[in-house]
Every structure is written in C-alpha cells, then in structure tokens.
T-cell receptor, first 114, second 115 residues
Framework: EPEVTQTPSHQVTQMGQEVILRCVPI?????FYWYRQILGQKVEFLVS????????KSEIFDDQFSVERPDGSNFTLKIRSTKLEDSAMYFC????????????FGDGTRLSIL | AQSVAQPEDQVNVAEGNPLTVKCTYS??????LFWYVQYPNRGLQFLLK??????LVKGSYGFEAEFNKSQTSFHLKKPSALVSDSALYFC?????????????FGGGTRVLVKP
C-alpha cells in the first residue's frame, strides 16, 4: 500500500537555525497537510495545501513557517528561526480529495531544538 | 470553534473483553468523524470514519464506532480486545464545509490490553 514518507526521522537543531522537514506524499494525492504533536499533548493542525497554495493555516503557523511543493513529489515545511518551543513531532499527511477522505499520515519527524 | 474530547487518558482491559474508547465532539455544523490509532514511533493510522447514513460504522482490525447525534458522541468499540490493540487512539473531526479540511483531534486515549 502506498505510504507517506518523511525525512529525516529525527532532526536536532540549534535554536535560531533554519530547518526544513521533508515529506513525499502518496503520488496521486492532491491535498497536503502538516500537523505537530508536542510531547504529551494533542496533535495540532498547522497548515493545509492544495493547488500550490495554502488552503488554511492555524495560529501556530506564523511568519516563521512556510510550506512549499518544489516539484511533483516533495512537500516541505520550513521553520526559519527555530525556537525551543518548536520541539515536537511533525507529521505530514495527504489525501486524494478533501472533505470526507481519510488523511494518510507519515511516521513523523522528531524535531529537537537545543 | 470545533473541539473533540476524549475523557479517558487511559483504558485498561483484559484480552478477550470488550473495549470502548469514548469520544465527544462540539461543532457548529455537520461533522465528519474519524478514529486513528498510533503505535510507538509511528504515524497515525486510519481506522474508520462516519460521514453520513448508518450510525454504526465498521473499520479496520474489527473496530466499530457508533455515531450518536443527540449525545454528540462517536465511541470506538471492539467486541474482543487483543494484546496487539494496545496503542494510542485519537478521535478527530472535520467540518463538512471546512475550506482546509483540517482534522481537529482529541487528546488521545492510551489503551492497554493485558493478557
């Protein structure tokens, strides 16, 4: 069964540095998402992306965050100047259609900010 | 604003016994409801969804869930739990007309099935 893949599995970065988290969604999917899960807390929506633009973003997704689909296969999340509170598990998801279709999640990237 | 509540942080059940994981939701419109399971160091795996129609929906691995509109609940059930069902379970909701199709998750319920 096709899977969403995320790299790296673990990223350690110094505070203030830029980080790029990478995702390869399922190949024929059209809708892409990023979520994050701070340790011990609930999974939180960050951003959704369709047709090469952001569909919706949460309050968490401030100017430090950006997303890009640089080619036909990758979907990236960039954090420009990382803060300690950005430490979390970041999940990418994709779906063929919006609405009632289940989102397929990758295994996540654990981001640790020192 | 939409929200999802999972009132139990942890549910313990003996293998072979029925398993129930509770979920209630609060939305202003008609919801799409989902259950996901998370095993250690893995992403969230889709179990089942309610969109419309029959209130009892069946999903993967023998799980089912009952949508109750009057109680705004969507409890997950399994008639006979297995040790391998031990995991973290998340209930989630999407508003039917949400532009971004964002999932709003509950806090999760850890299920421990003892042999």
């Amino acid at each position: 069964e096709p899977e969403v893949t995320q790299t790296p599995s673990h990223q350690v970065t110094q505070m203030g540095q830029e980080v790029i988290l990478r995702c390869v969604p399922i190949s024929n999917h059209l809708y892409f998402y990023w979520y994050r899960q701070i340790l011990g807390q609930k999974v939180e929506f960050l951003v959704s992306f369709y047709n090469n633009e952001i569909s919706e973003k949460s309050e968490i997704f401030d100017d430090q965050f950006s997303v890009e689909r640089p080619d036909g296969s990758n979907f990236t999340l960039k954090i420009r100047s990382t803060k300690l509170e950005d430490s979390a598990m970041y999940f990418c998801a994709s779906t063929l259609q919006g609405g009632n279709q289940p989102q397929h999640f990758g295994d996540g990237t654990r981001l640790s900010i020192l | 604003a939409q929200s999802v509540a999972q009132p139990e942080d942890q549910v313990n059940v003996a293998e072979g016994n029925p398993l129930t994981v509770k979920c209630t939701y609060s939305v202003s419109g008609n919801p799409y409801l989902f259950w996901y399971v998370q095993y250690p160091n893995r992403g969230l795996q889709f179990l089942l969804k309610y969109i419309t129609g029959d209130n009892l929906v069946k999903g993967s691995y023998g799980f089912e869930a009952e949508f109750n509109k009057s109680q705004t609940s969507f409890h997950l059930k399994k008639p006979s739990a297995l040790v391998s069902d031990s995991a973290l379970y998340f209930c989630a909701v999407i508003l039917t007309k949400a532009a971004g199709n964002k999932l709003t998750f509950g806090g999760g319920t850890r299920v421990l099935v003892k042999p």
